[in-house]
């Protein structure tokens, strides 16, 4: 609930100095600020977790109010792919609170069916061995749900752009930190 902060009235003349104007401001809204910041910290987790920015396409893994590390990633390019009048797909990395429900180390990639239209294919089967990709999500895999992931890349070179169907990509040295440090129900904050 959005609350309202109260401004106190001041006589302005020119005799009043800018600097009076301000500390009156900023006294009339320390209590507000206050009981903002305290709300703030309850809302904190208290263990490790990680706030991924998808606009500047960076991460900062944060542990007892410090950022312990921070980098680029990848995230949505918000690219649209049709299939026709049938189906369509946006890749972009949703926004929200998150939390890690799976991690796999060496995980094997499942092509969703937008990957074969994506590339011109034919799409198979639901269990077709061309499914089955390895290798190419890095050394680990830490599930958000839904199909998101943070993870890894053979494509290094494009950390630090928007260019994913909606997971995350870390570099090798940042996701084995990451894997390393984020537990099973550890908070993902994505905005």
Not at 24 to 44: D, F, M, N, P, Y
Not at 124 to 146: K, Q, T
Request: charged residues 20%; glycine residues 8%.
């Amino acid at each position: 609930m959005a609350s309202k902060i109260g401004i106190s009235m001041v006589s302005f003349n020119k005799t009043t100095p800018d600097n009076t104007i301000a500390d009156s401001l900023s006294l009339a809204t320390s209590s507000e600020l206050k009981a903002i910041e305290k709300r703030l910290v309850k809302l904190t987790p208290k263990s490790i977790y990680i706030v991924v920015n998808s606009t500047a396409n960076e991460f900062y893994l944060i542990e007892g109010g410090v950022v312990v590390s921070q980098g680029k990633c990848s995230t949505g390019s918000y690219v649209l792919l049709k299939n026709g009048d049938l189906q369509q797909w946006i890749f972009k990395t949703p926004k929200g609170e998150f939390k890690i429900l799976h991690k796999k180390k060496n995980p094997v990639w499942k092509k969703p069916d937008w990957a074969f239209i994506e590339e011109g294919l034919p799409v198979p089967g639901i269990n077709h061995s061309s499914r089955f990709e390895y290798g190419v999500l890095g050394d680990y895999a830490l599930s958000l749900g839904d199909g998101y992931l943070i993870h890894g890349t053979i494509y290094q070179r494009f950390i630090g752009l928007p260019v994913t169907h909606g997971c995350i990509r870390l570099n090798d040295e940042n996701l084995a930190l990451i894997y390393k440090k984020l537990n099973i129900g550890s908070k993902v904050y994505l905005f």
